[in-house]
């Protein structure tokens, strides 16, 4: 029987991925494991290997759409099977009354039926609620009725009269928040159902002419996956967390100093140039095991205390802001944090960063000095409870004792922008105190 070639779930919280591009053919013969196309997630572009070793066929979705997660995009023939055997399923499933039609998917996928008490994600309960489905009545494919159990039951049992308008409940969101309206749109699915491919095809549509907004012209740019979950996360971040924000100016002749004694072993080794940022990432770990309320998040009305310390690295793509994220900081040392720092930068700016890569951080850094911006306030990035902010070294004019004595000194200002819910002024300070004795006297790192 051809194997259902399905697109996976990466991660625990994604429901979608944007198929970038297919690496294989219909018709070319593929390998399990074998990597068939890359697709987009949320946060990363990611390769999808093959599900079985066989002949790719019907691909059902192209360059360019977007996917819900568990959806069958293209089918595996084994040895002897042809298209002509997808077609035979297809048909059969299709000639089937509704109610056979649903319970022989359910068989053919294992399915076991919920018995007592329900148990399903919130997103399933709130997408049945607002679908007007008793829910009782989705068999999910594990033990907990989720997302894409129930748009296989609106693909797959239409309910009578249940809306004027037949649409996915991922259709009805984006021609919302497009304001498209869903009446000059005709459906590709099931009884002419609206699928969100279909809402996406209309807006690109739209994207591509000229727009005027208060009789001017425009053109209209639609969002990466990556730069609208950076949208959605800011404002969400924005919005919950009350932000307070604490500047400080630090002298950073010391630190420049040592830079430029690690950059020296570094050229005789063979390695590359420690960075600031790389310095700066050292520093800030050895901070935030001083400062642990500082390496936390808002939680559910607590605080969560993370036991490590995984600085994250604010990078600029052609894809959009991605936070790399070095695991470990406070236990390595300024070679290693630079090398870490150097691979996941390239591979960011080259998008082959992996789900690891970008996930599990406590703390991030956004260095915007190379851009020659002297000071700028960072918005927090969830669910952590800060960021720092830096801006570029400028030489200034700065009394360096007691007697008044004045010398021009390198100096760099930073802003910690921290979750008043979790971080109050007097702790935030305490970080940033410590922050400035390690750039400033950078020997306190060996205490």
């Given amino acids: 029987m051809p194997v259902p070639f399905i697109m996976p779930k990466f991660d625990m919280d994604q429901e979608k991925a944007t198929i970038i591009s297919w690496l294989k053919h219909e018709g070319d013969y593929i390998n399990f ?27 059902l979705y192209k360059e360019g759409d977007v996917v819900p997660v568990t959806e069958v995009i293209a089918y595996v023939l084994m040895d002897g099977e042809s298209s002509a055997d997808v077609e035979a399923i297809n048909s059969t499933l299709q000639s089937q009354p509704e109610e056979d039609h649903l319970n022989s998917q359910e068989k053919s996928t294992h399915l076991t039926p919920t018995t007592g008490l329900i148990k399903a994600t919130p997103v399933a309960k709130r997408m049945a609620n607002e679908e007007g489905l008793d829910i009782s009545k989705i068999s999910p494919l594990g033990g907990k009725i989720k997302r894409a159990d129930v748009e296989r039951f609106l693909t797959n049992k239409e309910p009578i009269k249940r809306v004027a308008i037949p649409a996915t409940p991922a259709a009805r969101r984006v021609a919302h928040e497009n304001g498209i309206d869903l009446e000059t749109i005709k459906g590709s699915g099931p009884r002419g159902r609206i699928q969100q491919t279909d809402v996406q095809e209309i807006i690109r549509s739209i994207s591509s002419q000229k727009t005027g907004i208060n009789d001017i012209e425009s053109d209209m740019l639609p969002l990466t996956s990556i730069q609208r979950t950076i949208a959605e996360r800011m404002q969400l971040s924005f919005h919950e967390a009350p932000h307070i924000a604490l500047t400080v100016n630090v002298d950073v002749k010391d630190a420049e100093e040592a830079r430029n004694y690690f950059n020296n072993l570094a050229e005789k080794q063979g390695k590359p140039r420690v ?13 935030l095991v001083r400062n642990p309320l500082i390496n936390s998040s808002y939680y559910k009305d607590s605080i969560r205390l993370w036991k490590v310390v995984n600085i994250g690295v604010a990078t600029a793509t052609p894809q959009g802001l991605v936070v790399p994220v070095i695991k470990g900081a406070d236990h390595m040392n300024i070679s290693e944090i630079n090398s870490t720092l150097i691979d996941l930068t390239n591979r960011a700016r080259e998008n082959k960063l992996n789900l690891e890569d970008v996930r599990g951080g406590t703390f991030t850094i956004s260095n915007l000095g190379m851009f020659g911006i002297d000071q700028f306030r960072a918005i927090i990035n969830p669910p952590e409870a800060a960021i720092l902010a830096v801006g570029r070294i400028v030489r200034r004019p700065i009394v360096v004792d007691n007697q008044d004595h004045v010398e021009v000194r390198p100096m ?36």
Avoid: C, M
Avoid at 275 to 287: F, R
């Fill in 33 to 59: 494991g074998e990597t068939v196309l890359t697709v987009e997630t949320e946060k990363v572009a990611i390769d999808v290997p093959s599900p079985a070793t066989g002949t790719l066929s019907k691909i």
């Fill in 275 to 287: 960075t600031l940022t790389a310095l700066l990432v050292k520093i800030v770990g050895w901070a």
């Fill in 412 to 447: 760099l200002t930073l802003t910690l922008s921290a979750d008043h819910r979790v971080i109050d002024g007097i702790v935030a300070a305490r970080f940033l105190n410590d922050i400035v004795s390690g750039i400033e006297k950078p020997s306190f790192l060996l205490y």
